[in-house]
């Protein structure tokens, strides 16, 4: 009932101000219903009735060293589906670690300037893949039509089918057609059927997120990419589900063990990345340091660097399928006037070797 969900978010708003250093807590869900009817002259006619939700808590703490953040499940939390995706979140369940995990940052040490394995949880890697590879790929930016908002790529035309992206462990694909990502669809609004299609296979950059009018520049098949936000407005290339898909390196506590020095970060706090979409830092939440495979102690604001290619060649695992899930967002800008997709990114944590941490300016 109204009365239980009501009561189900009160209980844990009164959780998360236990603590008298907490000076702000929220604790909310966005629910998103799109019906949406597509019809063109060629005999195409396709409605869609979906339903997205976004469940979201963060809490806040300060101290006379300075203030730390704790959100759950993270930036990327919309997934399609109705109440139960607010119960899988696990939000009341987790009210109590992010309380302790925010008091602890504002005493925690910080990475030293240094280079360190990481391993990155999946919902900070949704948010990497998106900014390094998701853009990146998208072929407005590569012919130069797309520039103005956020920016143009590093990747060129002639660099499909030859262009080592990253390591043999990267294969990143697209599937509008997964109906477990809120980018799923039957046709996009060109008409173009829903595919799947190799984006990076084994590090090689294979192919591009295209429309109908560029692919043939590029000798690619049009991938099912373009989409608008409302009726009112003109469709672009967009990311559906882009994905990295799982690997060989087993669970994410097999990974831990099997990894001598480093952190496990997870939790996107900042990010920044230059207009080609190859120089980037990202920042987290926390991290949890590594040493002889097992986790030791926590740091606040593990911030690491790098270069679209380079980051992605120095990745030597990522976990298998049983870890691998959607992470997806509700609000990704493109275009002018601007408009706001759902999308999603299907991930498993990873790891990342001798990658640049905590660079004083």
């Known amino acids: 009932s109204d009365e239980e969900k009501i009561a189900y978010f009160q209980n844990i708003a009164n959780k998360l101000v236990a603590n008298e250093k907490i000076i702000y807590s929220t604790v909310h869900v966005d629910f998103y219903r799109q ?13 869609t009735l979906v339903y997205d939700t976004m469940p979201s808590m963060q809490v806040n703490a300060v101290d006379e060293n300075g203030m730390q953040t704790r959100t759950w499940p993270g930036h990327m939390s919309t997934r399609r ?17 992010i309380i302790k995990e925010v008091i602890d940052l504002l005493t925690a040490p910080t990475i ?10 999946g919902g900070h890697l949704a ?6 590879v998701g853009h990146a790929t998208e072929a407005d930016r590569i012919v130069g039509m797309e520039i103005s908002y956020a920016g143009k790529t590093f990747v060129k035309p002639e660099m499909l089918g030859n262009y080592k992206y990253g390591s043999e462990e990267v294969t990143i694909y697209s599937d509008s057609l997964d109906k477990r990502g809120i980018g799923y669809h039957l046709v996009d609004d060109e008409g173009v059927p829903g595919r799947k299609l190799d984006i990076i296979k084994n590090g090689i950059l294979m192919d591009q997120q ?14 099912s990419n373009m989409l608008a936000s409302y009726a009112d407005d003109f469709p672009l290339i967009r990311m559906t589900n882009l994905c990295l898909a799982p690997g060989n390196g087993g669970t994410l506590d097999e990974l831990i063990k099997n990894t001598e020095r480093g952190y496990y970060i997870d939790f996107t706090k900042t990010w920044s990345i230059d207009d080609n979409r190859n120089n980037f830092q990202f920042t987290t939440e926390i991290g949890y340091k ?13 911030t690491y660097f790098g270069i679209t290619p380079e980051f992605w060649a120095a990745c030597d695992a990522v976990c298998s399928e049983s870890e691998w899930k959607y992470h997806g967002t509700s609000y990704c800008g493109k275009g002018e006037p601007g408009q706001a997709m759902h999308l999603s990114h299907g991930v498993a944590p990873a790891r990342f070797r001798n990658i640049v941490c905590n660079v004083k300016a």
């Open 81 to 97: 589906g109705g109440f139960e995706i607010v119960r899988e979140a696990k939000l009341e369940e987790n009210t109590d670690k």
């Open 290 to 302: 590594i040493v002889d495979g097992e986790i030791v102690g926590i740091v606040k604001e593990p």
């Open 35 to 47: 019906f949406k009817v597509y019809a063109n002259t060629e005999g195409t006619f396709v409605d």
């Open 210 to 223: 295209t429309s109908r009018e560029i692919a043939p520049f590029l000798g690619v098949e049009a991938s």
């Open 127 to 132: 948010l990497q893949l998106h900014e390094s």
């Open 112 to 121: 030293e300037e240094e280079k360190a394995d990481l391993i990155i949880g």
